[in-house]
């Protein structure tokens, strides 16, 4: 039986997110969904009077392709889907994999290939596209965030249906104020970081990039990064599983980075010379979402969190002018159960433990 919620999700997607307009191009990505979900996309793009143009994707297929790949063979792939970027309006990305590892045995000269040759696609989505990215609840999922699986499909519609424009003011004075923040400092168990935010734009995300949402992101000064960060939300990159990610800073630059996987941890962060740099910093508030479950997509917007970025900054919107073929969301949690944490914009608490302390900001708690 077709659940009406994925019509729901698709009208919002397509209205609300991508402000899908008449006579548009949108590129529609499906990963691992079920046809009703791309059903449900074409649906509302073509009631929207736009051009959907669909791709599926199945990730076992996507691990050979990665483990066969050749620099000629992605320079073709990348400079023809370049192309086909180059020509939309929007672009949406649907992602439900089975298996969130799947490419965990691929081998790293593979994936920063791939990754090295695909970054051009990525920046043209991301700064000249209205660009949304989901993932799709599976059984995986839902045993990754310690749930029943029709527990976890009830988690997923609630935290994406989000009335996001009724925090649209409350996160626009964020983005002010962080605009207007030149010292950001950020203490918490095994944290002490200090970073300038001076002449750098945010961003507030209220379900027009992500789904679900609930950030607002800047980039620290490059080279003004100082002190440690204990991240402590468990993460996966590249198909590997990371925990207890420190970070030691010096003028902006990773010194020293360790892990439960310190080896691997370097090797993602020596691929390039900016990936040892970070290129966002962001706040999340989404009150639906709680707990980790290894999905950045969900993990970056914990309530009480925020994310401090090694890799690439974002051209064009709120950049510092890092480049780098990472762009790994790491997250720490501040709230009381995950240890507490301040942080300060310029001498003045702005959080504290998780929970906004300005009255122009406590809608967002």
Request: aromatic share 8%.
């Amino acid at each position: 039986m077709h659940d009406p919620r994925i019509d729901q999700l698709a009208r919002a997607l397509v209205a609300h997110s991508t402000k899908i307009r008449k006579g548009d191009k949108v590129w529609i990505d499906c990963f691992d969904t079920p046809p009703s979900v791309g059903e449900a996309l074409v649906r509302a793009v073509a009631q929207a009077k736009a051009h959907p143009v669909i791709f599926l994707h199945d990730s076992r297929v996507s691990r050979e392709m990665l483990l066969h790949a050749k620099p000629e063979q992605y320079e073709f792939i990348g400079k023809h889907q370049l192309a086909m970027m180059k020509e939309m309006d929007a672009y949406i990305a649907v992602r439900g994999s089975h298996n969130i590892t799947e490419s965990s045995d691929v081998p790293a000269t593979q994936m920063k290939l791939v990754q090295a040759a695909l970054r051009p696609l990525q920046n043209q989505r991301v700064s000249h596209t209205r660009w949304c990215v989901l993932r799709w609840p599976t059984a995986s999922m839902a045993q990754q965030a310690g749930m029943s699986t029709q527990a976890f499909e009830d988690f997923f519609f609630r935290v994406c249906l989000l009335d996001y424009a009724a925090l649209k003011p409350s996160m626009q004075a964020l983005k002010k104020l962080m605009d207007q923040t030149r010292e950001v400092h950020i203490k918490g168990p095994g944290t002490d970081l200090r970073f300038s935010l001076r002449g750098l734009k945010s961003i507030a995300c209220g379900g027009t990039h992500n789904i679900p949402d609930g950030e607002c992101f800047s980039a620290p000064v490059k080279d003004s990064v100082e002190g440690v960060i204990q991240y402590n939300a468990p993460t996966i990159y590249q198909g590997i599983a990371f925990d207890s990610v420190r970070l030691e800073f010096s003028r902006g630059r990773i010194v020293k980075a360790s892990a439960n996987n310190t080896e691997a941890l370097n090797r993602i962060l020596d691929s390039d010379d900016g990936a040892r740099y970070i290129g966002e910093f962001a706040i999340g508030f989404n009150r639906e979402i709680r707990h980790p479950m290894r999905d950045i997509l969900f993990d970056e917007k914990i309530a009480g969190s925020f994310h401090f970025t090694p890799g690439q900054a974002y051209e064009g919107i709120a950049d510092n002018g890092n480049r780098s073929q990472v762009h790994w969301d790491l997250v720490c949690i501040q709230r009381p159960d995950y240890g507490g944490g301040e942080i300060w914009f310029d001498g003045k608490l702005i959080r504290k433990d998780g929970k906004f302390t300005l009255p122009q900001l406590k809608p967002l708690n």
